[in-house]
């Protein structure tokens, strides 16, 4: 009996020291909460104050780690609001910018931190330039733009946001969705320089499905201070859409002045080379917004891939034309509509701009001297100066992505092709059934006086070609 009474006992003890060590657990992490509703701080000039809130439920200090160099920063915590003051423009050893931490402890003593950005920049609101493409021309900016809306004008219900890539790791970051807007922020690199680019942000819905993406063009180029106007009074941009530079005197001009690719209809880019003569039909480097490689998926249209449902949900899958489908991405349900004379809500050009007419390079002609004698010298010119002899202006020859591949080419018709061509995309439609309209022009590397140029081609609406805005 007195076995069976200590058997009990003993049992009651560990069933209560077992009670105990499980009651405990919940008190393992820490009781308050710290956070930023917006974690980044953007002070306007050198020497400048800033201030943020921050969210602190039963936290009853605070402690500030990790403050960039010649950073200045408080935090009230009756308030909720953190103060940041830049250093000042003489100061030669201070950060410009940089991410700091803010401790908050509990009542236990228990810790739970939170970090936010601060830089030297600018807040940036670009909801009245609703478009599917938004030119960011700042560095260690902030901004913002309405996720709410599609193209130029249609509702859609925006439920969180992703970066789908980014041709620079990590150039876009902080990205957000509170209330409707979505709010990102453009890094410049180690030294503060800005780093020309491009990124795609897609929309989800509540059931986790793309419903919209939006090009961003990281870019120092103007195209409202920076345009020619032609005879017939069309207002061009001066490089391509994507691009960041727009010119040939060196193979790093010539990189940088390819733009985006874009199926005829999609609003959607498909991201560059990765050389300047298009060698190995690589792509470009994309990275997602954990800074790890992300890739391109090609697929042939059909009945359940080749529709603007799916273009829209798989915003990176270039969709092969197929004969089926007369090449053209969309495999039954064919619209002439997707671009027009006025800017549809597929057009990929920024706000102000769109696809131009089928008829806008009727008048041009090549402008360089490209006589016999000058061939060899033209292989590495990768492009023309087209004029209409009031404008002249360079247009990349930045060749194509095919409609049966997608992998990007850029040699000539010549019996041993060598680069390069153009192709640029108008809003028109071929005069083949399901074709579209684009510029064609090319060099002749056996004699460049019998080089090409087509102000309106008949193209498979699968290729991807380049697109050159023109003003609305």
């Known amino acids: 009996m007195k076995k069976l009474v200590c058997r009990f006992l003993c049992l ?16 393992d992490g820490p009781v308050g909460t710290l956070y930023f509703p917006r974690d980044v701080c953007m002070v306007d000039k050198p020497g400048g104050t800033a201030s943020v809130e921050f969210t602190a439920v039963n936290i009853v200090k605070l402690n500030i780690t990790d403050t960039p160099e010649g950073w200045t920063v408080t935090a009230d915590l009756q308030t909720s609001r953190m103060t940041v ?46 478009a599917n493409c938004y030119i960011a021309n700042y560095a260690n900016a902030y901004y913002t733009f309405d996720g709410t809306v599609k193209g130029n004008g249609e509702k859609i ?32 690199d180690k030294k503060g320089e800005f780093i020309e ?9 509540a059931q986790d499905k793309v419903v919209w ?14 345009s020619v106007t032609s005879a017939a009074g069309d207002v061009f941009m001066t490089r391509n859409l994507g691009a960041g530079a727009g010119g040939n005197a060196t193979e790093d001009d010539i990189y940088l002045s390819y733009g985006l690719y874009y199926q005829w209809g999609r609003p959607t880019p498909m991201i560059g080379p990765a050389y300047y003569n ?53 495999y039954s349900d064919h619209d002439n509509e997707l671009w027009g004379a006025v800017k549809t809500v597929y057009d990929p050009c920024p706000k102000g701009w769109k696809v131009p007419d089928k008829d806008v390079y009727a008048d041009f002609m090549i402008g360089d001297d490209h006589d016999q004698e000058q061939t060899e010298a033209l292989r590495e010119a990768y492009g023309w100066n ?79 070609l380049q697109v050159r805005c023109v003003r609305e």
């Open 12 to 27: 009651g003890i560990v069933l209560a020291v077992s009670m105990n060590l499980v009651g405990c657990s919940d008190d």
């Open 85 to 130: 003051t830049a250093p000042a423009s003489d100061d030669s050893d201070a950060e410009t910018g940089g991410v700091l931490t803010l401790v908050g402890y509990d009542t236990d003593g228990k810790t739970v931190s939170a970090d936010l950005r601060v830089g030297i920049g600018r807040t940036v609101d670009l909801t009245g330039r609703t």
């Open 157 to 188: 219900p925006t439920a969180r946001v992703e970066l789908m890539w980014g041709s620079t790791s990590h150039m876009i970051e902080n990205l957000t969705l509170d209330d409707g807007r979505v709010s990102f922020f453009v890094a410049a």
């Open 197 to 205: 680019g491009n990124a795609l942000i897609a929309a989800f819905d």
């Open 213 to 226: 993406s939006w090009h961003v063009w990281v870019t120092q180029y103007d195209p409202s201070a920076e």
């Open 278 to 330: 298009c060698a190995f039909a690589e792509d470009h480097k994309m990275y997602n917004i954990n800074g790890r490689l992300t890739y391109l998926d090609y697929v042939e249209s059909t009945p359940e891939t080749g529709t603007m449902e799916y273009a829209i949900a798989y915003p990176m899958s270039f969709i092969l034309g197929v004969e089926e489908s007369g090449y053209d991405w969309l």
């Open 386 to 464: 087209l004029t209409d002899g009031t404008m002249t202006s360079f247009f990349l020859g930045g060749g194509r992505r095919p409609y049966l591949t997608g992998l990007i080419q850029n040699v000539n018709s010549n019996a041993d092709a060598q680069p390069w061509i153009g192709c640029y995309w108008t809003s028109g439609l071929g005069t083949d059934e399901l074709s579209a309209s684009g510029l064609y022009f090319s060099l002749d590397t056996d004699d460049a006086a019998s080089s090409e140029f087509v102000p309106a081609r008949n193209y498979q609406r699968a290729n991807g």
